[in-house]
């Protein structure tokens, strides 16, 4: 029998008896006969203090009060004073393997008169030179891995440097710290002021960066530039200019006449709107310079881009267009116009006659399998061409016998005449 089978045993037995049977079977025990049954206690039972629950307990009697300190301190010499355990197998200091040996390497003395020998008349005074002259016969014979920009044209220039050195060659120049560019401090309602009073000495007018520009400043600000005759440029980069006023702009781009330079960039103009800027200007025949790059929507479409090309084809007066086109048809059709305006400022320049008609333009594209990006316009035509239908051909009208007679004569008529001519 086990001893969890002979524990459960006695429970149930002692479940049976009263505490007062128990204690009295208790009180008839002796000391030895109560250490043994402590033995046969469980020692998860809470009901009893942990010092009887262990099977070990010591008869010494205290000394004194814990001390740790010195409870370690006696811990330490009974160790030292203690012999070791007894090793089953003695320790020994064994090497396996082969010890490493260096490789010896022989060398040979050269002679200094050995024809071979690479010794040169140089070598002292290259060992002798300090490290700027050594950088600078870097620079003279064009080691440029050597050295960095700055020294090699230090050293061509016959510029003298207080850095640099071997070391120079692997860290960038120091930074140059500039101070930030001061911001726009251009009086807009000023400005305003000064094109309805058509100044002549506001010829450029720069607004760029400045925000909190109100929709009735920007309408005052196109107003006046419909009867203004002096400015010259004009330039709106990141004022938030807004898709709203576009019909407006483009009636101040009719109405002017002077203005050569019109700078929109980063503002919230859509596609319909750039288009119909490109078309106005047409009509102005002064505008040299036009940027309408990152607006608000990135991407204008094939249909508005093909709208812009065919505008621009048709401007003989514009000379550069700041405009990110997508699909590489239109932007060679707006390249070549631009070249094309380019060699006619050149002739007049030269004083050539030049006609008032425009040059033809090449038509656009009809198939874009020629054109690498234009996957959308690919599968466009592909799908136009299902869609047509084969036409029927005619029947060709049947011809008489008697008409197809006299032309047979006449050919053989016209076949004598040429052989008599070369007999004669």
């Not at 009901?47 to 006696?74: D, W």
């Not at 230090?154 to 860290?171: E, P």
């Not at 033809?360 to 599968?379: I, L, N, V």
């Amino acid at each position: 029998m086990s001893i969890i089978e002979r524990r459960t045993q006695q429970q149930k037995e002692l479940a049976d008896f009263d505490d007062a049977e128990i204690d009295a079977l208790l009180s008839q025990l002796s000391q030895s006969e109560l250490e043994e049954l402590s033995n046969y206690v469980d020692p998860d039972d809470s009901c009893l203090p942990p010092s009887e629950r262990c099977r070990y307990h010591t008869e010494k009697e205290p000394t004194g009060p814990f001390n740790r300190q010195k409870l370690i301190h006696y811990l330490e010499e009974q160790s030292k004073s203690e012999k070791d355990w007894e090793e089953p197998v003695p320790f020994e200091t064994k090497k396996r393997g082969k010890a490493f040996q260096p490789r010896q390497v022989v060398t040979e003395d050269k002679d200094e008169d050995d024809e071979y020998s690479n010794n040169t008349e140089w070598d002292e005074v290259l060992a002798g030179a300090s490290e700027s002259e050594m950088v600078e016969l870097a620079a003279i014979l064009g080691f440029t891995g050597l050295i960095n920009q700055v020294q090699y044209h230090a050293s061509v220039s016959n510029k003298q440097i207080d850095f640099g050195g071997w070391s120079a060659a692997a860290k960038c120049d120091p930074m140059r710290v500039l101070p930030p560019e001061p911001d726009n401090d251009t009086n807009v309602d000023q400005s305003i002021q000064k094109l309805k009073r058509n100044d002549p000495d506001l010829k450029a007018l720069n607004l760029n960066n400045i925000k909190n520009i109100s929709n009735e400043k920007f309408r005052d600000l196109l107003g006046a530039l419909e009867k203004n005759t002096n400015l010259r440029m004009l330039s709106m980069a990141n004022v938030e200019f807004p898709d709203s006023l576009g019909e407006e702009l483009c009636q101040m781009l009719s109405a002017n006449s002077t203005l050569q330079s019109l700078n929109l960039e980063s503002n919230l103009l859509s596609g319909a709107t750039i288009t119909r800027i490109c078309q106005t200007i047409v009509e102005n025949k002064t505008m040299l310079e036009l940027r309408l790059a990152n607006q608000r929507r990135q991407v204008l479409g094939h249909k508005a881009e093909m709208a812009i090309a065919e505008a621009v084809a048709a401007n003989r007066v514009l000379l550069r267009l700041g405009l990110h086109l997508s699909f590489p048809s239109t932007r060679n059709r707006v390249n070549e116009r631009l070249r094309g305006n380019w060699d006619l400022l050149r002739r007049k320049r030269r004083g050539e006659e030049i006609s008032d008609d425009a040059p033809p333009m090449p038509p656009p594209p009809t198939s874009y399998r020629g054109y690498q990006g234009d996957e959308k316009a690919k599968r466009r035509d592909d799908d136009e061409e299902e869609e047509e239908e084969p036409e029927e051909e005619e029947p060709e009208p049947e011809r008489d016998e008697e008409e197809e007679e006299p032309a047979q004569e006449e050919e053989e008529e016209e076949e004598e005449a040429e052989e008599d001519a070369e007999d004669d």
